[in-house]
Each structure stands twice: as structure tokens, then as C-alpha cells.
């Protein structure tokens, strides 16, 4: 779509920057917000070399209102946001609270806020299948109920889609679609942007290829004598390429009008479940490393088993996740090597 200008908070993050260049190959103009407190500016520069064009950046934070305001008065003829911007990790989520409250609520509801003032209607929000907790049916539709949540992170997702359910109800003109990710993992095939964990990863991939490439000793797989064929814990993990797709066409969909509710919920993943252990052996086929790996006991707060049903996304929103698994892994791996080939 050309002349239509979109606002990225979170632009310069892991999933941002991969959906930025999502929507500037589709034609769209991106405007980035981010406060680089868990990102790095030469992001651009990977975004600028994949694209061609280099995406508007404006370094502030959103808990920020009067800059926010600030803002919207320069761009004045934005066609979407998609927000990104927001604390994302687990245990710190556990040990500081307030912080997650405060930064993952205000940010959206200062968006909100000014999206209503300044007549912006459409609204992405990155979500996370860590609303479900473990479902009671597999593979989980978005129907399933919110289990209680397990972290101040995983609570702050689920009020903030009743945040936003609340606030499309009270503005009819206000679009919003609500996108659940399940494990996004991977890089962009040009290995010129990627995931770039500060400090010891949490997440599994991240984990494994530092571990590949000698920064860790070993993978500690989190329990074996889970309920499932290997034992280990299953995830569904989606390519972040593919995962940013689906955000272009979710703008896409508001701006042509196809949307069907004011809030809509559409679960990203892939489908098929895969075990911690077929992760480590798929990274090693496709790599062809050899992976250092000690089987040690479950991590609190784990659930055992969660994947995707992804019919109403792929039916309502005509995306579906293509890239296969050894393709990703073999993505994140290449990536890896060049964050660390350009460290020395
Ligand atoms: C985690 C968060 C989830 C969040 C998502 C964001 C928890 C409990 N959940 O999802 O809320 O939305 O990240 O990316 O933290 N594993 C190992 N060894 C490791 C790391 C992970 O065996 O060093 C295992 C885990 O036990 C799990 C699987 O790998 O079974 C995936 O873990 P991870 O990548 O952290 O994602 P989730 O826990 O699914």
C-alpha cells in the first residue's frame, strides 16, 4: 500500500524491526518509536539495508504523554499503529511488578488515548499465547479461556486486551486486532536483523545458539517427565518473517474495512507442536553443529504442552506460516554468526 504511513512502537525490537521491513516491502511508510531500552539504533541500518528506504525514527518513551502528544501533532496522518514497545521478560516480571505494570499498561493506554484525540483507527497489538496458560484442549482457538496467569508479564497481556476490549466498545470509529504469538524464533534470511537478547537468554532458541557458538558451556533442558512422547516440554514455534506477515495484512484488513468486530483476536502460530528435544535435533541437522546439551529439572511456571489452532486466522486473515522449521533454526544460527563475526 504506498502513502499510508505507519506507526511501529517497539520498531527498533526483535518482532518490530522484522514486521518494519514487512511493511516496507508491501509499499507502506514507517514511522519508528522506541526508547532503545532493549534495542540498538544500528537496527536501522540492517532495516535500511534489507528495504532500501530508511524507516522515520523518534527516540522517546511512551509512558511519555506530553512528547506522545507531541508527536502525533508532527505525524498527523497516521493509517495504523502497531504496538511492540513493552517489557517482555518472565522472571523479571515476577521480581518487579510495579515496573511491568506500569510501563506494558500506561504505554497502551497512552496510545489509546492519543489515537482518540488525534483520530488514528487502527490499532495492532502484540499479544501472547501466554493468555491461554495450559488449555484444557489442544491445539487452543482463540475462544479458549484466560487461565490464571502465571507472572505480572503474562497478567499485563491479558488486561490489556480487556483494556482494549473496553475502549472499542466505547469508541466505534477505534479498530483493534489483537495478535497471539506462540514461540517466534528465527531471522530475517538476510541474517542483517535478528534477536539480539542483552545479558543470558531466556528464551530456547537464543539459548541454544549462543551455546553453539561457545558463549554458553551447555543448554539446560528444562525437564524430561513431562506428558508428552519425548518427554521434554512442547511449544509451537513460528519464523519471525512469517510472524511479521500477518501483521501487515492485520493493517491491511482495517485499513480495506474487513474487519469484522472492533476487537478482533487472531492466534500466530503454526499449527504443529514441536518438543524441546526435536528443537536441539533440528538445529543440529540443519546446522550440522553438534549442540552441548544436560537434561536438568523443570522451570516454575512451564506448562507442559500448548500449540496453535490456526484455521480462523488462516481463513479471516488469508496468512498462514510457511517457513519450515530446520529453515528457521538454520536462520537464527546464520544470524547468530554475524552478530558475532561483527562483535570482533
Ligand atoms: C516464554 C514465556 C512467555 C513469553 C515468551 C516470549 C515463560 C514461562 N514463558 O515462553 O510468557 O510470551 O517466552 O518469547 O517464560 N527451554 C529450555 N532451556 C532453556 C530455555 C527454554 O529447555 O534454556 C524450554 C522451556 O522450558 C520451554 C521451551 O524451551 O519448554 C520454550 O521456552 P522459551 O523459549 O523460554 O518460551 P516459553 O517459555 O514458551
Given at each position: 500500500m504506498k502513502n499510508r504511513l505507519?506507526?511501529?512502537?517497539?520498531?527498533?525490537?526483535?518482532?518490530?524491526?522484522?514486521?518494519?521491513?514487512?511493511?516496507?516491502?508491501?509499499?507502506?511508510?514507517?514511522?519508528?518509536?522506541?526508547?532503545?531500552?532493549?534495542?540498538?539504533?544500528?537496527?536501522?541500518?540492517?532495516?535500511?539495508?534489507?528495504?532500501?528506504?530508511?524507516?522515520?525514527?523518534?527516540?522517546?518513551?511512551?509512558?511519555?504523554?506530553?512528547?506522545?502528544?507531541?508527536?502525533?501533532?508532527?505525524?498527523?496522518?497516521?493509517?495504523?499503529?502497531?504496538?511492540?514497545?513493552?517489557?517482555?521478560?518472565?522472571?523479571?516480571?515476577?521480581?518487579?511488578?510495579?515496573?511491568?505494570?506500569?510501563?506494558?499498561?500506561?504505554?497502551?493506554?497512552?496510545?489509546?488515548?492519543?489515537?482518540?484525540?488525534?483520530?488514528?483507527?487502527?490499532?495492532?497489538?502484540?499479544?501472547?499465547?501466554?493468555?491461554?496458560?495450559?488449555?484444557?484442549?489442544?491445539?487452543v482457538t482463540e475462544s479458549?479461556?484466560?487461565?490464571?496467569?502465571?507472572?505480572?508479564?503474562?497478567?499485563?497481556k491479558q488486561i490489556a486486551e480487556e483494556i482494549m476490549r473496553d475502549v472499542v466498545n466505547a469508541n466505534k470509529d477505534l479498530y483493534a486486532i489483537s495478535l497471539r504469538y506462540f514461540n517466534p524464533i528465527g531471522a530475517h534470511p538476510s541474517a542483517l536483523i535478528g534477536e539480539l537478547p542483552r545479558g543470558v537468554p531466556n528464551n530456547l532458541v537464543p539459548f541454544i545458539t549462543q551455546t553453539a557458538i561457545g558463549i554458553r558451556d551447555e543448554l539446560k533442558v528444562f525437564g524430561d517427565d513431562y506428558n508428552t512422547p519425548d518427554g521434554t516440554a512442547i511449544r509451537d514455534y513460528i519464523n519471525v518473517v512469517d510472524l511479521a506477515k500477518a501483521h501487515v495484512v492485520s493493517i491491511q484488513r482495517m485499513i480495506e474495512g474487513k474487519s469484522k468486530r472492533n476487537l478482533e483476536i487472531f492466534n500466530l502460530g503454526t499449527g504443529k507442536g514441536s518438543s524441546v528435544m526435536e528443537i536441539v535435533n533440528a538445529f543440529e541437522k540443519s546446522t550440522g553443529e553438534k549442540l552441548n546439551y544436560k537434561i536438568v529439572g523443570r522451570r516454575a511456571g512451564d506448562v507442559e504442552s500448548v500449540y496453535a489452532d490456526t484455521k480462523y486466522a488462516n481463513k479471516e486473515l488469508g496468512w498462514k506460516a510457511e517457513v519450515g522449521l530446520k529453515e528457521t533454526l538454520l536462520s537464527a544460527w546464520n544470524w547468530e554468526k554475524y552478530v558475532r563475526n561483527k562483535k570482533r
Open positions: 505507519v506507526l511501529v512502537t517497539g520498531g527498533t525490537g526483535y518482532i518490530g524491526s522484522h514486521t518494519a521491513v514487512e511493511l516496507m516491502n508491501e509499499g507502506f511508510d514507517v514511522v519508528i518509536i522506541d526508547n532503545l531500552s532493549n534495542s540498538d539504533k544500528s537496527v536501522l541500518d540492517g532495516i535500511a539495508a534489507i528495504t532500501g528506504r530508511r524507516p522515520f525514527f523518534e527516540q522517546f518513551d511512551i509512558c511519555d504523554k506530553e512528547r506522545l502528544a507531541d508527536f502525533f501533532k508532527v505525524y498527523k496522518k497516521l493509517d495504523a499503529i502497531i504496538h511492540f514497545a513493552a517489557y517482555k521478560a518472565v522472571g523479571e516480571s515476577v521480581e518487579k511488578p510495579l515496573m511491568y505494570y506500569q510501563n506494558n499498561l500506561t504505554t497502551l493506554m497512552n496510545l489509546l488515548q492519543g489515537m482518540i484525540e488525534f483520530n488514528v483507527s487502527n490499532f495492532v497489538f502484540s499479544s501472547s499465547a501466554t493468555v491461554y496458560g495450559q488449555p484444557d484442549v489442544l491445539p479458549a479461556p484466560f487461565k490464571s496467569a502465571d507472572s505480572p508479564y503474562g497478567n499485563t
